[in-house]
């Protein structure tokens, strides 16, 4: 079955999709990100993410219907990237579609991404829209795996 998937700016009512997939068990363990309660996460959304015009932000959607977002910001002197996508768009390719769209418009190199160790099917989408390994680091008790585009290290 072939998916269209597009990427488009993020609406308002995008941020209660992304709150349900934050919130989806199995994804809480597979990232290792504790999610935020409501007011928390729109807080965090309107201000840190929407607000913020160094980042660029992307709602996913397929077949008409918002599978998730990737977005793309600084900490510090480095770009990070980071995406969330709901279990039903899991395993289906369109993650690596997606992504690669987002790396077309997002052209910061070197672009670093850090998914929780035993995420290995998020690792595996990041080296196969072509980010290397470049070692590990950790967050709070769990391992991350540092990789990167473009260089750098």
């Not at 941020?15 to 997939?21: R, S």
């Not at 980071?82 to 579609?97: C, H, S």
């Amino acid at each position: 079955m072939e998916n269209s998937v597009r990427l488009r700016d993020v609406v308002a009512d995008d941020l209660e999709v992304f709150l349900a997939y934050e919130h989806d068990p199995e994804a809480v363990r597979r990232s290792r990100f504790v999610p935020r309660e409501r007011d928390a996460f729109m807080t965090h959304w309107r201000t840190r993410v929407l607000g913020d015009p160094a980042n660029f932000v992307q709602a996913v959607v397929v077949d008409g219907e918002t599978a998730g977002n990737i977005a793309a910001w600084w900490e510090g002197d480095r770009r990070f990237l980071g995406y969330w996508f709901g279990r039903p768009f899991w395993g289906r390719g369109i993650g690596t579609e997606a992504l690669t769209a987002f790396l077309q418009r997002e052209t910061a190199r070197p672009l670093y991404a850090d998914p929780f160790a035993g995420n290995t099917g998020s690792v595996r989408l990041l080296e196969k829209c072509g980010f290397a390994a470049t070692g590990t680091v950790r967050h709070g008790a769990d391992e991350h795996v540092l990789l990167v585009l473009g260089g750098g290290g």
